[in-house]
């Protein structure tokens, strides 16, 4: 069966960075795009950008480039996401969701989800 | 503010029907890009409930239905039953945007 697991929590200081992980396992990691998703609290998802876990290409969000890096080691079948220079505003909960492909393509659906990560973003 | 819009709160009596909307622009949903929706229990992920704008993947209920027109789609529940409480969210690509999207979120009360 497919599961995401994701790293855990982690507090931060205005300013810094955090990298999360998210390991997959239940199918052929190369062959599915990896997106991440953050969910501030009591708010909507949002989305941050995605990674090609085959080839390492990746796609952020206009609101996050600059600080979002997100990259993959396939020898482990483990995505990652860091974002830098936090803010308090980047306090939010950030899943890793794998997207649905099918020979090669990709649909930006969401069919399965990490557990989730709380970032907390506090002086 | 969110790039697809959805009703904040709708509420209904047990086996009553509730419909939520979700409305786009020309460069999402009415661009043809498949609108998607997600059920949100307290402290848990999202989980998928309808694809492709009205399919629903294994094991889920078919109280559950999908459907779209134009720059529009909605999620209807029909035989509502408390554990079907929860928030839901529609979402689908923007090509302007070049980016996923997601409407802001309805949170399902049963009266």
């Known amino acids: 069966q497919v599961q995401l697991v994701q790293s855990g929590a982690e507090v931060k200081k205005p300013g810094a960075s955090v990298k999360v992980s998210c390991k997959a396992s239940g199918y052929t990691f190369i062959d599915y795009y990896m997106h991440w998703v953050r969910q501030a609290p009591g708010q909507g998802p949002e989305w941050m950008g995605w990674i090609n876990p085959n080839s390492g290409a990746s796609m952020y969000a206009q609101k996050f480039q600059g600080r979002v890096t997100m990259t993959r080691d396939t020898s482990i079948s483990t995505a990652y996401m860091e974002l830098s220079r936090l803010r308090s505003d980047d306090t939010a909960v950030y899943y890793c969701?794998?997207?649905?492909?099918?020979?090669?393509?990709?649909?930006?659906?969401?069919?399965?989800w990490g557990q989730g990560t709380p970032v907390t973003v506090s002086s | 503010q969110s790039v697809l819009t959805q009703p904040p709160s709708v509420s209904g009596a047990p086996g009553q029907r509730v419909t939520i909307s979700c409305t786009g622009s020309n460069s999402n949903i009415g661009a043809g890009y498949g609108v998607h929706w997600y059920q949100q229990l307290p402290g848990t992920a999202p989980k998928l409930l309808i694809y492709?704008?009205?399919d629903r993947p294994s094991g889920v209920p078919d109280r559950f239905s999908g459907s779209k027109s134009g720059t529009s789609a909605s999620l209807a529940i029909t035989g509502l039953q408390a554990e079907d409480e929860a928030d839901y969210y529609c979402q689908s690509y923007d090509s302007s945007l070049r980016s996923g999207v997601f409407g802001g979120g309805t949170k399902v009360t049963v009266l």
């Open positions: 492709g704008n009205n």
């Open positions: 969701a794998r997207d649905h492909c099918i020979n090669g393509a990709c649909y930006t659906r969401f069919d399965y």
